[in-house]
């Protein structure tokens, strides 16, 4: 069985830009949650999509949006980067139900100038 | 507060086993412990899980408190590929992710 893959593995955007990260999930896997983790910290949930939907979502503001696509790859999209912006945006894969462990992929790095 | 409190930081030496503990004091009843951990420059892995009884996999084994308030993290014979950063979740019904906290910084000396 394949992982999760995520590219690209290091990013740099200027103050502004727009950012697309992406994912593939793991074989079988019908859900896709996204993690931004700043330097020294644990990963902070973004946001979650099953079946093509966003069906959960932490703090974060409208400007991080993503898609799910019916092959369960999926996007995340950052609108006018801010430098804050800078970390690592990991992508986890998993069936549905909250007992299902979360299987990361190694994470896009983003800086952000 | 959806987190847990874990030690920053641990050392053991290695092929000795590993207690790494967990407060979880607010845990609900249908809440399950999570375990994961990470490496240098990878993304978190699973480690084990479970609800009421001690869980054994191949990796560890988690032993949680009979009033589910606490549970630790025991890793049978640490070797020096498990030095990572821990991290002990609650987890709920929900589509609301994973919280992480800081996680305790295990160090294997040689």
């Known amino acids: 069985e394949t992982g999760v893959t995520q590219s690209p593995t290091h990013l740099i955007k200027t103050r502004g830009q727009q950012v697309t990260l992406r994912c593939s999930s793991q074989?079988?896997?019908?859900?896709v949650s996204w993690y931004q983790q700043a330097l020294g910290q644990g990963p902070q949930f973004i946001f979650q999509y099953y079946r093509e939907e966003e069906n959960g979502r932490g703090n974060f503001p409208p400007r991080f949006s993503g898609l799910q696509f019916p092959n369960y790859s999926s996007e995340l999209n950052v609108n006018a980067l801010e430098l804050d912006d800078s970390a690592l945006y990991l992508c986890?894969?998993?069936?549905?139900?909250?007992?299902?462990?979360?299987?990361f992929g190694n994470g896009t790095r983003l800086t952000v100038t | 507060d959806a987190k847990t409190t874990q030690p920053n930081s641990m050392e053991s030496n290695e092929e000795e086993p590993v207690h790494l503990p967990c407060n979880h004091s607010?845990?609900?009843?249908?809440?399950?412990i999570h375990w994961y951990r990470q490496l240098p420059s990878q993304g978190p892995e699973y480690v084990i899980h479970?609800?009421?009884s001690n869980v054994n996999n191949r990796m560890a084994s988690l032993a949680i408190a009979e009033d589910r308030k606490s549970s630790t993290l025991i890793l049978h014979r640490a070797t020096l590929r498990d030095a990572a950063v821990y991290y002990c979740i609650k987890k709920g019904g929900g589509a609301d992710g994973l919280t992480f906290g800081k996680g305790t910084h295990l160090i294997i000396q040689p």
């Open positions: 607010t845990i609900s009843g249908t809440d399950y």
């Open positions: 074989s079988g896997h019908n859900t």
């Open positions: 986890a894969s998993s069936l549905v139900g909250f007992d299902s462990p979360l299987h």
């Open positions: 479970g609800l009421t």
